[in-house]
């Protein structure tokens, strides 16, 4: 039970990083046509967002776990 309160602490701060920014851009390349030899792409920006409450799920759960491996870990 060493790994819960590591594991609640990593899931935490990614909950609260995607609190503090909750969304990113990625790029998208398609192929358009294809004749031969030539290809033509298209490239797209595509913004992916991020709900709060996932963040805010993903916080509760990680403080959980942290709680969850120091009181198994009390036990032993």
Not at 37 to 42: A, C, M, N, S
Not at 54 to 74: P, Q
């Amino acid at each position: 039970m060493k790994s819960l309160p590591i594991i609640g602490a990593i899931l935490a701060l990614i909950g609260i990083v995607a609190l503090v920014f909750p969304a990113f851009w990625t790029s998208d390349t398609k192929d358009v046509a294809k004749l031969g030899d030539v290809t033509i792409q298209h490239r797209e920006n595509v913004l992916h967002v991020i709900p709060p409450i996932a963040s805010i799920a993903a916080i509760v759960v990680g403080g959980g776990l942290i709680v969850a491996g120091v009181v198994l870990k009390g036990r032993d």
